[in-house]
């Protein structure tokens, strides 16, 4: 499998990660030991790189090549300080928009996601540092480059993302279907931030608890549920559409 993203081999990922490059996530073979795998878990705990341990099986998938055990995902974009994001967005005039992904784990998802952010306006996508989908190069290709125009931020935990937009006088509003309050009836015209769900449990059940606002989108089929990224696109676009008027 070509990845222009991915690097291999233990000693190549330590370089890697000592010259400053964004890794988002280590793959480590099982019982791998020894004085460089000891070097190379000093610093993803240094650095608090995403990482796992994997049966060597997987990594033979990665690439035909001599990996040595160890294969790693680089970023193709550098992220963002959430911080200093919204501090740009207030300074310039501008009412904030940003959006929440909540263990958003299909990458194809999150590249679609991406892309309509950016056509809509959206001043940055916050993100989970563990557990969440990679900016991978598959990302890249579905969000048709649009990952390069929108600022990624990471969290250790979406809690403290949620924290952060209330403290800056920005109201969360969570997508969910467990509400009666439809998204046509929230005012997105102050500063807001969207919160979007995993594709198969939503928005977790304590991030529920701390939005400002619970937003549903009517839904007249027997099937009940929208793909992740086309409920997104639905709250993303009633921002705009308030906007606009």
Do not use: W
């Not at 190379?40 to 998938?61: M, T």
């Not at 809509?120 to 991978?136: D, R």
Request: net charge neutral.
């Amino acid at each position: 499998m070509k990845n222009d993203y991915q690097i291999f081999g233990i000693r190549t990922v330590i370089e890697a990660i000592q010259s400053g490059k964004t890794l988002d996530k280590i793959f480590i073979q099982k019982g791998l030991k020894g004085d460089l795998i000891s070097e190379l878990h000093k610093l993803i705990k240094d650095h608090d790189i995403n990482s796992v341990v994997v049966p060597v099986e997987k990594l033979n998938r990665f690439t035909k090549k001599n990996h040595q055990g160890v294969v790693a995902n680089i970023s193709p974009v550098e992220f963002h300080d959430l911080d200093e994001l919204v501090i740009s967005v207030i300074e310039r005039g501008e009412t904030p928009f940003f959006l929440i992904l909540d263990q958003l784990s299909d990458v194809r998802n999150f590249g679609a996601i991406i892309r309509t952010a950016e056509c809509t306006g959206v001043h940055g996508i916050i993100i989970q540092k563990k557990g969440a989908a990679p900016v991978s190069a598959d990302t890249v290709k579905t969000s048709a480059g649009a990952v390069f125009r929108v600022p990624i931020c990471r969290v250790d935990h979406i809690k403290d993302a949620v924290f952060h937009m209330q403290a800056s006088g920005i109201a969360v509003t969570a997508a969910t279907e467990k509400t009666e309050n439809r998204l046509y009836d929230i005012a997105f015209d102050q500063p807001t931030a969207i919160v979007m769900g995993s594709e198969d449990i939503g928005v977790s059940p304590s991030v529920l608890k701390l939005a400002d606002n619970l937003a549903s989108l009517p839904m007249y089929g027997s099937i009940g549920s929208l793909n992740v990224s086309v409920a997104c696109g639905a709250f993303l676009y009633e921002v705009v559409r308030q906007r606009s008027n």
